[in-house]
């Protein structure tokens, strides 16, 4: 196997270069697209170990590899498929090794489960 080691990447042109650890922050550290209406079915994930249905609307994520800690940021949607509403974290229950979203609709703002709903986290 061979490693690269570089100081600073950049485009064909020379612009725009990025230091290995400002692409290391910017990536996504956890992400999942689950089926909220079908027991939590994972379509497809990154660092997700599980998903636990708590009630109607409330799901914690667990991940693969702990996070460095709780202090992490958290982008969420849901959705019927044809009517964006909205996701958020529960940031009391954020942890190093899972969080917990809770899905509402935008109308109302009534909790409940979406068929396509999605998480991605951003930290160390």
Known sequence: MSTLKVNTIQNTSGNFGSTPEQIQ????????????????AIRDSFNVSSIVDENTGYFNINFSSALPSGNYAIFCQASTGNDLSFSGADEDFNAAGSCRVITRTTRTSN????????????GD
């Open 25 to 40: 922050q910017g990536i996504a550290k956890v992400w999942v697209n689950f089926d909220a209406t079908s027991n939590s």
């Open 111 to 122: 909790i409940t489960d979406f068929p396509y709903t999605g998480v991605t986290i951003f």
